[in-house]
T-cell receptor, first 112, second 111 residues
Framework: SQQGEEDPQALSIQEGENATMNCSYK?????LQWYRQNSGRGLVHLIL?????REKHSGRLRVTLDTSKKSSSLLITASRAADTASYFC????????????FGQGTRLTINP | NAGVTQTPKFRVLKTGQSMTLLCAQD?????MYWYRQDPGMGLRLIHY???????AKGEVPDGYNVSRLKKQNFLLGLESAAPSQTSVYFC??????????FGAGTRLSVL
């Protein structure tokens, strides 16, 4: 079962533009995480936002969380060709081992 | 500091063969995980461990076994490989409540 669903499934923009990806989920969460995956590589953790937080920043990344709408967004500002990758949101719904449930991802292409 | 290291990187098996995938982490993380990633799908959790000597089933555990005899290592075994187990396998580790650190993956083909 997949908790998170990313939107759009694919996004293509010009270098320098901002990219926004959305994630919706179904059940209450402990935290939500965003990951990046370059083609043929492992996933890289970007940001973790907890259920009592509304916004977090990390460099050119901004993540928002709206628990009332069960949704999150990832904004990448001033995009670069190196940002081309797949981006996944993943939700943690419990304490303890905290099973992380991934969505299917958004494929982002930055055109030079 | 190598992070999470997976071996091998690639493997081709015949149906019915067995193999073990090795995952090693040097960050002293408590938790370790095995995921599989298939085209058009997100990562799915196979098994995980919350500490040395402990393992638990994830979302898709059938056909796999795991062991965590040492804190830094997490082994994934396929006793009798099937074509449905053709996939890319990722190991990850984390501290409780933190993001996962992933390995580079193992591409497995079962013919």
């Amino acid at each position: 079962s997949q908790q998170g669903e990313e939107d759009p499934q694919a996004l293509s923009i010009q270098e320098g533009e901002n990219a926004t990806m959305n994630c919706s989920y179904k059940t209450s969460i402990n935290n939500l995480q965003w990951y990046r995956q370059n083609s043929g590589r492992g996933l890289v953790h970007l940001i973790l936002i907890r259920s009592n937080e509304r916004e977090k920043h990390s460099g050119r990344l901004r993540v928002t969380l709206d628990t009332s709408k069960k949704s999150s967004s990832l904004l990448i500002t001033a995009s670069r060709a190196a940002d081309t990758a797949s981006y996944f949101c993943a939700t943690v719904t419990g304490e303890g081992a905290q099973k992380l449930v991934f969505g299917q991802g958004t494929r982002l292409t930055i055109n030079p | 500091n190598a992070g999470v290291t997976q071996t091998p990187k690639f493997r081709v098996l015949k149906t019915g063969q067995s193999m073990t995938l090795l995952c090693a982490q040097d960050m002293n993380h408590e938790y370790m995980y095995w995921y599989r990633q298939d085209p058009g799908m997100g990562l799915r959790l196979i098994h995980y461990s919350v500490g040395e000597g402990t393992t638990a089933k994830g979302e898709v555990p059938d056909g796999y076994n795991v062991s965590r005899l040492k804190k830094q290592n997490f082994l994934l075994g396929l006793e009798s490989a099937a074509p449905s187990q053709t996939s890319v396998y990722f190991c990850a580790s984390s501290q409780p409540g933190q993001g996962r650190h992933f390995g580079a993956g193992t591409r497995l083909s079962v013919l």
